[in-house]
């Protein structure tokens, strides 16, 4: 036997305390799934916004393009006479992020990959490069 300083493990207790974790952690992530499905993108008159689940229009119809919401965040792209602008907007349809160039990607891990001037590179939520 070897002697060791540190204390013996007990592996059930261990086991018990792996499973708490995994399953508060799944709890936390499924709430944030559902918070993330309440509003749904939906076209009307060739343009997208955002019903929540009794059809009510939350955002209305302004969008070329709309996305589900992830992280709190959804991508848009807004189409205007001059110019195209695509990034995310968060549920009360603030614009968080405006993408520098016409880029598609999705958040996973809180993390955005995107393109600007040739070049790759990953932002957070808030657009932070």
């Not at 709430?31 to 076209?43: F, G, H, M, R, W």
């Not at 965040?73 to 349809?93: H, R, S």
């Amino acid at each position: 036997m070897l002697n060791s300083s540190f204390p013996e493990v007990n592996t059930k207790a261990y086991k018990l305390l792996l499973l708490f974790v995994f399953c508060l952690i799944s709890t936390l992530k499924a709430q944030d799934d559902q918070q993330s499905l309440l509003l749904a993108p939906a076209k009307s008159g060739g343009l997208w916004g955002f019903i929540n689940p009794s059809g009510a229009w939350v955002i209305a119809p302004q969008y070329g393009e709309a996305n589900n919401f992830h992280d709190n965040v959804a991508e848009v792209v807004q189409y205007t006479k001059d110019d195209i602008k695509n990034g995310f907007i968060d549920k009360n349809n603030n614009w968080v992020i405006q993408l520098p160039e016409f880029n598609f990607s999705h958040f996973s891990e809180g993390r955005l990959a995107f393109m600007e001037n040739g070049l790759y590179g990953f932002m957070d939520s808030v657009g932070k490069k």
